[in-house]
């Protein structure tokens, strides 16, 4: 019987531990979808389009893909690419580090084919910072989201 208690115990623990908050932003282009995936471009073509960022550094650690933001007016972000797939046109990465308010943070930048354009698709899952109140890192997502993927239709449909 204890043994079984524990083991409802260890399963509301590890159900709750799980990101509990989401971003999202979409927002369609008039480019072709391959011409909006190129935009994107590799895993640190983001410091080329996004705003807040003044340059992107990429390195490898144990076989993973690292790559290091820097914000302008200062602070860093410390990011894992998990995949990137031109097949599916998805970028999916976690944040290691840095000076967003998001722990356990997992995001996916995607393009999906839309008639003649294509729809930018920006999404995460993420808990709140220790000291952090929910609502608050999901309006910081959703405002890189948003500022991200502006810049991305801008630039797209030039």
Request: aromatic fraction near 6%.
């Amino acid at each position: 019987m204890k043994k079984i208690a524990i083991a409802a115990l260890m399963t509301v623990l590890s159900a709750t531990s799980a990101a509990a908050l989401e971003a999202r932003y979409s927002k369609d282009t008039t480019a072709p979808a391959a011409t909006a995936w190129a935009t994107i471009g590799d895993f640190c073509g983001i410091s080329s389009w996004h705003p807040a960022l003044e340059k992107c550094e990429l390195s490898e650690k144990d076989g993973a893909t690292l790559r290091k933001l820097f914000l302008k007016g200062g602070g860093t972000i410390l990011e894992q690419l998990v995949e990137q797939n031109d097949k599916t046109m998805t970028q999916t990465y976690i944040i290691l580090g840095g000076v967003l308010p998001v722990a356990n943070y997992k995001s996916t930048l995607k393009v999906v084919p839309n008639g003649d354009g294509a729809t930018y698709e920006w999404t995460g899952a993420f808990d709140a910072k220790k000291g952090v109140e929910g609502a608050e890192s999901v309006k910081v997502m959703t405002g890189v989201y948003t500022a991200g993927v502006d810049a991305l239709v801008d630039k797209s449909s030039k």
